[in-house]
């Protein structure tokens, strides 16, 4: 099994900044794919940002601009820099890391940001 572990989530105001971390532990052996989901109240979880083992990034259209992922495999850990945070990005905030054909989720981190 791996465990994933967030970190970073808070509460900041418009505009302002935050990053999260994510590390994974376990049985590892090559993590791929690794990423973002957030989750609204009384919304649908929606895919925010990823990225592969060789760095290549792909984001949700909400955040392009403003947020960036960037991993680190030697220490699998990945982060998610959040710039210009905005309201509506206000969600609980889960990592996910794919190893072989399985799929891994971190507990969640709750970001609000005020207005």
């Known amino acids: 099994q791996v465990q994933l572990v967030e970190s970073g989530g808070g509460l900041v105001q418009a505009e302002g900044s935050l990053r999260l971390t994510c590390a994974a532990s376990?049985?590892?052996?090559?993590?791929?794919?690794m990423g973002w989901y957030r989750q609204a109240p009384g919304k649908q979880r929606e895919l925010v940002a990823t990225?592969?083992?060789?760095?290549?990034?792909n984001y949700t259209d909400s955040v392009k601009g403003r947020f960036t992922i960037s991993r680190d495999n030697a220490k699998n850990t990945v982060y998610l820099q959040m710039n210009s945070l905005k309201p509506e990005d206000t969600a609980v905030y889960y990592c996910?890391?794919?190893?072989?054909?399985?799929?891994?989720w971190g507990q969640g981190t709750q970001v609000t940001v005020s207005s």
């Open positions: 996910y890391a794919v190893q072989f054909y399985s799929n891994y």
């Open positions: 376990g049985r590892i052996f090559r993590i791929n794919a």
């Open positions: 990225v592969t083992r060789g760095g290549s990034a």
